[in-house]
Nanobody, 126 residues
Framework: VQLQAFGGGLVQAGGSLRLSCAAS????????VGWFRQAPGKEREFVAA????????NYADPVKGRFTISRDNAKNTVFLQMNSLKPEDTAVYYC????????????????????WGQGTQVTVSS
């Protein structure tokens, strides 16, 4: 499977963006999918993830209540809806996938994933 992340952009604080992670080559429905982000000068950090059955989701504390991960299997796409954006959300956002990922504790670990898309820049102005 190949992943392509898009939907980033420039938005004012308090605004919203929806990122998309579109898959090609194989159905994304058998993959757990995670979103990670990396701000300048910082390490890549976990944002949100959903397991392959969509039974479990996992969110990093800084985004809980503001971000929502979802998938549309008909579109072979996973989304990250980001609301109430803050300047500290500014980063390059990456989506990643792992086939049949189901363990909640592993979903927040970047080394769990073996397929990565290119990043999409999100910039939140104050």
């Amino acid at each position: 499977v190949q992943l392509q992340a898009f939907g980033g952009g420039l938005v004012q604080a308090g605004g919203s963006l929806r990122l998309s992670c579109a898959a090609s080559g194989r159905t994304l429905s058998v993959y757990g999918v995670g979103w990670f982000r990396q701000a300048p000068g910082k390490e890549r950090e976990f944002v949100a993830a959903t397991n392959w059955r969509d039974i479990a989701t996992n969110y990093a504390d800084p985004v809980k209540g503001r971000f929502t991960i979802s998938r549309d299997n008909a579109k072979n796409t996973v989304f990250l809806q980001m609301n109430s954006l803050k300047p500290e959300d500014t980063a390059v956002y990456y989506c990643a996938a792992r086939e049949y990922l189901s363990t909640s504790s592993r979903m927040s670990v970047s080394t769990t994933y073996n397929v990565w898309g290119q990043g999409t820049q999100v910039t939140v102005s104050s």
